[in-house]
């Protein structure tokens, strides 16, 4: 829990904290400790936004900061559901195709209106035979072509995204591995 917490402001003075604290009292005690901040009960604390992310969070109930919460990598820590549907591209897509039979629709449509997840990750998926970057396009537009149904359905989506083959679940050596490949899942965030 040693991240930075920069560009702090209280009373037009900027401190940049850099504090290691295994508790909010601990950090509320080096907070109270530095006199720029003239706070009266400054709260620490960790709000984690409806995507999942957690952002770190300095309020004395008057004014505060937010920092996002990042690995010692630099990436934001987010607490993403588990993939809840995966749809193989074959059933629901044709050949080179983005666009979703009116029976499949009916499935997409009734599966997000019965799940109860706050929003929903969903990212496109190819095999191998293509050219890269037309696997990434594919792939974007299978995603979007599903993000649109559950966002008809009333669902929220927080991303939708094409991998191409970057991210193959099987090899591509095969054509049962090819199969598996090409698909679209769907990651339920609660």
């Known amino acids: 829990m040693g991240e930075n917490l ?25 907070a109270a400790n530095l006199g720029d901040i003239t706070a009266s009960n400054v709260v620490p604390g960790i709000w984690v936004d409806p995507d999942g ?16 919460h990042l690995t010692r990598a630099g990436l934001p820590v987010c607490n993403r559901g588990a993939t809840c549907g995966v749809l193989p591209s074959d059933q629901f897509f044709a050949t ?5 039979s009116d029976a499949g ?3 997409l449509s009734d599966f997000f209106k019965s799940t109860s997840a706050t929003s929903f990750s969903i990212s496109g998926h190819t095999d191998s035979r293509a050219s890269d970057a037309y696997n990434l396009s594919l792939s974007q537009k299978r995603a979007d072509a599903v993000a649109a149904i559950a966002i008809a359905a009333g669902a929220k989506v927080s991303e939708s995204i094409g991998y191409g083959e970057r991210k193959p679940r099987a090899t591509n050596a095969t054509t049962a591995g090819m199969a598996e490949n090409r698909r679209v899942e769907i990651v339920c965030n609660r």
């Open 6 to 30: 920069n560009l702090l402001r209280r009373g037009g003075v900027v401190v940049t904290l850099a504090l290691a604290f295994t508790s909010q009292a601990a950090f509320a005690q080096s």
């Open 96 to 100: 080179n195709q983005y666009t979703i």
């Open 53 to 68: 992310c957690e952002h770190w969070v300095l309020d004395d109930g008057v004014a505060g900061y937010m920092s996002p």
């Open 105 to 107: 629709r009916k499935k």
